[in-house]
């Protein structure tokens, strides 16, 4: 198993009929709402760094560069697109 203080993953959460976005520590099979709309919201894409993190990299720009397909940043160091699942090209 992961140590618990990097088994937590930041999910970036939106709410499908307003669009409004918010970053929320999701576990499977909770329902988040928004703060002030009160709609459901659903996790659309994990936020850096994975937990738990597969790289000790720090998250500087340096450290990252946007995937090709989808324009998500993700670090250098990840072999795989962790937003679409494109194969990176290797530096
Ligand atoms: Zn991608």
Do not use: H, W
């Not at 937990?51 to 989808?70: G, H, I, K, V």
Request: glycine share 6%; charged share 25%.
């Amino acid at each position: 198993m992961f140590a618990a203080v990097n088994a937590k993953q930041l999910y970036r959460m939106r709410a499908p009929a307003s669009g409004r976005e918010a970053l929320a520590e999701a576990e499977p099979g909770e329902v988040y709402l928004d703060r002030e709309t009160g709609e459901e919201m659903q996790p659309v894409a994990q936020v850096l760094p994975l937990a738990p993190s597969a790289s000790s990299l720090p998250r500087a720009p340096q450290n990252l560069r946007a995937c090709r397909r989808c324009d998500q940043l993700i670090g250098l160091d990840v072999s795989d697109c962790p937003y679409c699942g494109l194969r990176q090209e290797a530096l």
